[in-house]
Nanobody
Framework: QVQLVESGGGLVQAGGALRLSCVASGRTFSSYAMGWFRQVPGKEREFVAAISRSAGRTAYADSVKGRFTISRDNNKNTVYLQMNSLKPEDTSVYYC?????????????????WGQGSQVTVSS
């Protein structure tokens, strides 16, 4: 069982930056691929970024490529999402997710564990 807790969301102006963090419980964090997703009411959960267990591979949605960076610190059981050049359309609830796999999953149904979500609001 893995518990995930996100933090770092908030309100920011367009063009600004935020860094989300997600801390995982347990002693096997390095066995899990980690992902970030986002969801607005009435829409399907959307892939944002993912990172492999050892951080050697990453994947990004086209909409955030070049602006967002996913990273992880296995010594701290933490995955990060650095979000730069934020746009109003990035406004959403952001979720981190974990799955015990060697792959880098990019769809929400591939992930087993989820955090509670962190609201990010970008004003124009």
């Amino acid at each position: 069982q893995v518990q995930l807790v996100e933090s770092g969301g908030g309100l920011v102006q367009a063009g600004g930056a935020l860094r989300l963090s997600c801390v995982a419980s347990g002693r096997t964090f390095s066995s899990y691929a980690m992902g970030w997703f986002r969801q607005v009411p009435g829409k399907e959960r959307e892939f944002v970024a993912a990172i492999s267990r050892s951080a050697g591979r990453t994947a990004y949605a086209d909409s955030v490529k070049g602006r967002f960076t996913i990273s992880r610190d296995n010594n701290k059981n933490t995955v990060y999402l650095q979000m730069n050049s934020l746009k109003p359309e990035d406004t959403s609830v952001y979720y981190c997710a974990a799955d015990r796999t060697v792959r880098v999953p990019t769809t929400h149904y591939e992930y087993e564990y989820w955090g509670q979500g962190s609201q990010v609001t970008v004003s124009s």
